[in-house]
Every structure is written in C-alpha cells, then in structure tokens.
C-alpha cells in the first residue's frame, strides 16, 4: 500500500462544520457568543437536526439546567440597545426573537419614564442643532419615530 491510502479509508469531516458538532455543542457555541432565546436556537439549529425532536431534546436539557434563559435574553436586549432605541423599537426585536408576554411588557414599562431622555440624547449625537426648516425637521422627526420613540416625544424634542 501506498502512503496515500491510509488517508483514503479515514472519513473527513464536511468542510466548514468542523467535526461534525452535536445539536448542543452547537447550541452552546452560539450561547457562548450572546444569549439566544429558545426561537432562536431552533431556527438556527433546525437544519442541523438529523432526527426529528432531536434538537427539542437537547433545546429542553439545555433549558433545564437554565443556559436558556428568556428573561437573561430581555435583559440584555434591553441593557444594549435602550440607549439608542424607544420602546416600540425593542419591543419589536424581542418579538423578532420569539419573546413576547408579561416579562417583555414589564422590562419596557421599566424603561418608558426614561424615554424622553434617552431620545434627547440619540437626537444629540445626530443632529445636534434644532431644524432650520419644515423639510430638516421632518428628516429629524423619521429618525427619531423610525428608532421607536413616541410621536409625543418627537415633538417635545423637535419644539
């Protein structure tokens, strides 16, 4: 036998998988990076599940030992991205990430007395300096409505 043949019997494993990762492997690949929420890892993982109510299995072990967590995952999302989104914003994310109910609804009344706040200040660093003229404050307006706040703000901002 050649020297060649030896690496002929041995099975490589696909390229760009890696060695061929469990469900949870990958699962906590991703957890380590940021927290997902269950949605989430399944929509990611869905199509590396190879027998059905795979990826259920190790999603509910993973959960039970709470490296799945949704209220961690509120928490971050609100911690990160509440100084430069309103309310409506970050509701919109976390249903983008599967979460919705009671604990969403909480975590945004927590932040909605800072709401003027904190939409003073993504004015601020934007723009800085009131509107010269009808078509720069409807500019300034889009901004700050496409980032979540309330129009009510908007207008305390912009007067």
Do not use: Y
């Not at 129009?151 to 901002?157: D, F, R």
């Amino acid at each position: 036998m050649s020297e060649g043949s030896d690496d002929a019997c041995q099975p490589k494993p696909p390229a760009g998988l890696g060695f061929g990762r469990s469900l949870k492997g990958r699962a906590l690949q991703l957890l380590s990076q940021r927290e997902h929420s269950r949605a989430e890892l399944q929509r990611k993982l869905q199509a590396h599940e190879a027998t059905p109510g795979e990826l259920a299995q190790a999603l509910d072990e993973l959960q039970a030992r709470d490296f799945i967590n949704d209220g961690r995952v509120i928490e971050s999302v609100i911690n990160h991205r509440s100084s430069k989104l309103g309310a409506a914003r970050l509701k919109q994310e976390l249903a983008a990430k599967g979460l919705s109910g009671e604990a969403v609804a909480t975590a945004l009344a927590s932040i909605k007395d800072s709401e003027l706040e904190r939409a003073q200040a993504v004015w601020l660093k934007k723009f800085g300096e009131p509107a010269q003229d009808p078509r720069e404050r409807a500019k300034q307006a889009r901004f700050l409505l496409t980032r979540g706040f309330p129009a009510e703000v908007v207008n305390k901002i912009l007067r």
